[in-house]
């Protein structure tokens, strides 16, 4: 099991931290993500995993931060190449329009134009959204079983019903991730016995008021009601007794860290890991290995997996006359563009405007 840190900050992205996403690979192949909070999707594409791969998202709650950048990995997804159904897994609300489905029914309206611009320039088939949507209060729920991989769910509590965590376990491993949570009695009771035991750590509320200018109020409201404070966090690993704990969820600084962790040992003696973005977590049944990663700014897209269809020009949406009176064609320029193409590629492909 190969676990990557692709958001570990707080709800507001930064360029060292952006918001919550973890990536988890398995020696079978199967690759997931867990959230893909905002600032997140340029990290997904420094992994140089063709997006095919990718096509596995679970969704903890809704908040921006935890699935901010979705629809940019969706759609942006279409023109890197991702040829197959994005699947998306969430849980419900308290009443349907809080629940995922709601959420993501919404979304797809919302980008209609961007979605219509894309028919018939591309192939599509990678725009395809599969949404699996669960129950939020089911405890230890199968919320997916495929090729030797379940995925079971808990309910977290963070803000209102409909937040949860989630458990994926292969090969005699076991991965936790708590999204965002209060300490909770589902949490403590099903990720014991994990290899790698996921849960925030928000930054103390003191941090909070000094650093982030909350009053004193918010400061304790957010940093130890809404979220787990760093004696929360460790507070909860020491009753779950993880192979290894992992805080984060707060942004990781030079002047911030040592406090936390100083907190964190104050409830907590185990093994820990406060994490980073690009942070490496490789997992075997006798060793876990934490390390930073190499990144590569200068990102291309994989190649496809599959073989691509032509667009399908027909699905094009036509442009008003009065758009197509302003056109200038420039046949003489993007012709031999045309003629370029056609002939290092053996095709016969004509200007859409002539």
């Known amino acids: ?14 360029p060292k931290q952006a918001s919550a996403c973890w990536l988890v690979e398995l020696g079978n192949g199967d690759k997931f993500l867990f959230d893909v909070g905002s600032g997140c999707h340029e990290r997904i594409a420094a992994q140089k995993i063709p997006y095919d791969y990718l096509d596995k998202v679970f969704i903890s709650h809704l908040h ?35 629940g995922t489905k709601y959420a993501l029914d919404l979304m797809q309206k919302m980008y209609v134009w961007d979605v219509a611009t894309r028919m018939g320039f591309v192939d599509f088939r990678g725009g395809a959204l599969e ?6 209060d089911s405890v230890n729920n199968v919320i997916y079983n495929e090729n030797g991989v379940v995925v079971r769910s808990v309910p977290a509590i963070h803000t209102i019903d409909g937040a949860v965590s989630f458990i994926l376990e292969w090969n005699g491993l076991k991965f936790v991730y708590g999204g965002d949570t209060f300490p909770n009695k589902w949490y403590v009771e099903h990720a014991k016995g994990a290899d790698v035991a996921i849960h925030e750590c928000f930054l103390p509320p003191t941090l909070l008021v000094t650093k982030q200018g909350f009053t004193p109020s918010e400061g ?15 507070k909860v690993m020491s009753l779950v ?7 984060y969820h707060f942004y990781n600084d030079f002047d911030t860290a040592p ?4 907190r964190v040992r104050k409830t907590y003696s185990g093994p820990l890991a406060l994490a980073l973005d690009y942070m490496v977590f490789n997992v075997t049944k006798d060793d876990i290995r934490v390390r930073m990663s190499a990144v590569d700014e ?6 496809p997996l599959k073989k691509k269809n032509p667009p399908d020009t027909s699905k094009m949406i036509p442009f008003s006359d009065f758009i197509r009176s302003g056109a200038l064609a420039l046949p003489k320029v993007v012709g031999p563009i045309f003629d370029e193409v056609n002939e290092k590629y053996g095709t016969k492909i004509e200007p859409t405007w002539k």
């Open 259 to 262: 406090e936390v962790r100083d």
């Open 131 to 136: 949404v699996h949507e669960f129950p939020y």
């Open 220 to 234: 304790l409201m957010v940093g130890s009601q809404a979220h787990s404070s760093p004696e929360q966090f460790g």
């Open 1 to 14: 099991m190969r676990i990557v840190a692709l958001g570990t900050g707080q709800p507001s992205v930064r």
């Open 241 to 247: 007794k993880p192979r290894l704990g992992v805080g």
């Open 64 to 98: 921006v931060d935890h699935y901010g950048d979705l629809a940019s990995f969706w759609l942006g997804g279409t023109v890197m190449n991702r040829l197959t159904p994005l699947r998306i897994w969430g849980p419900t609300g308290a009443t349907p329009e809080y």
């Open 298 to 303: 200068e990102i291309w897209p994989s190649p």
